[in-house]
């Protein structure tokens, strides 16, 4: 069963970041953008990046913090080097008594640490021509990439799904985050779940509702791994030779491949299940306890109560999450 209304609360209340979460993100990040336009002498722009940009962050686990992205457009110098671009972003943020302590610096970005809360990458980016570069601190290199090209593209897909596919990245981010039985990074999973949309999809009735599309997305995502023992390449769909799975080797790909087949198997029990509560369990097995109510009238998966006479019926509860 679908079980549409459970999937829009869960979404609403489990997986999605809650407002105030997210209103304290769009406030530091519009104040950094302000300090920025203000204070650094090359700045030119700052565009929202990754799940930020994409709208498909969730709510991290526990006390863990979650990340935002931030792409800082800055006019290039033919006399800087990469790693100057970064230092001036990290000086120009320690100048400044509201951020001097919560500074750092990683190899492509400076971030921001928003104590137990959250932190924002600043990725500084440099235009030639046509072509976008980012900064490689570590190595001073500069290395190209998309700009906005990615975002661009997976919204696109969003689009020709009604909308759908951002909830199903997220439900299929916040399933991978809750059982921590697999890994693979977020834009590896977003890139998988793109390409499991065809602008023949355009007006299908396969992704109409979000269980309905849910499903659609994993099916085709799983019939790509089994059809690929071998871990395929997966690049970048605009950015020609950027390869998303040069993180990964065989042995992760083949544990990620056994275990999505594995929960795709219980989405479609899930999606087929005719019973009501028979259904909301096969949900939970995936999403937890949060997902959905059982009716009091049906007990152990849609059989009908047992009748008592004189010695009760022990009955042992079902593990509410798969492996």
């Not at 949060?290 to 009760?312: C, H, I, R, W, Y």
Request: glycine content about 4%; overall charge negative; hydrophobic content about 30%.
């Amino acid at each position: 069963m679908k079980h549409i209304p459970y999937f829009q609360k869960f979404l609403s209340e489990e997986v999605d970041l809650n407002q105030t979460r997210l209103q304290r993100l769009v406030n530091s990040s519009s104040a950094v953008d302000t300090f920025l336009r203000a204070n650094l002498e090359a700045y030119e722009k700052t565009e929202r990046q990754g799940s930020y940009g994409l709208k498909t962050i969730i709510k991290p686990v526990g006390t863990r913090e979650f990340d935002a992205d931030m792409l800082l457009y800055m006019t290039y110098d033919k006399d800087k080097e990469p790693k100057d671009y970064i230092n001036d972003v990290y000086n120009c943020l320690r100048a400044n008594d509201n951020y001097k302590d919560k500074v750092h610096r990683r190899t492509r970005c400076v971030y921001i640490d928003y104590a137990d809360e959250f932190h924002l990458d600043l990725v500084p980016c440099i235009t030639q021509g046509e072509e976008y570069f980012i900064c490689n601190n570590k190595e001073n290199e500069f290395e190209i990439t998309d700009g906005t090209g990615y975002r661009d593209w997976f919204n696109e897909k969003t689009r020709i799904t009604n909308g759908n596919l951002k909830r199903d990245t997220r439900l299929l981010k916040f399933l991978r985050d809750h059982k921590g039985n697999f890994s693979v990074k977020s834009i590896l999973l977003t890139t998988l779940i793109g390409n499991s949309v065809y602008t023949s999809d355009e007006g299908s009735d396969d992704f109409k509702d979000i269980p309905t599309s849910l499903k659609t997305v994993s099916n085709r995502i799983n019939s790509f791994l089994q059809a690929n023992v071998l871990m395929p390449e997966i690049c970048n769909p605009v950015l020609e030779g950027e390869s998303f799975t040069r993180h990964w080797d065989q042995d992760k790909y083949s544990h990620f491949r056994e275990m999505f087949d594995l929960y795709n198997s219980k989405i479609n029990e899930a999606f087929d299940a005719t019973e009501h509560n028979a259904s909301v369990r096969k949900w939970r097995e995936l999403f937890g306890d949060n997902f959905g109510e059982l009716k009091k009238d049906t007990q152990n998966n849609g059989s009908p109560p047992a009748v008592v006479t004189s010695a009760p019926v022990v009955v042992t509860p079902t593990k509410p999450y798969a492996r």
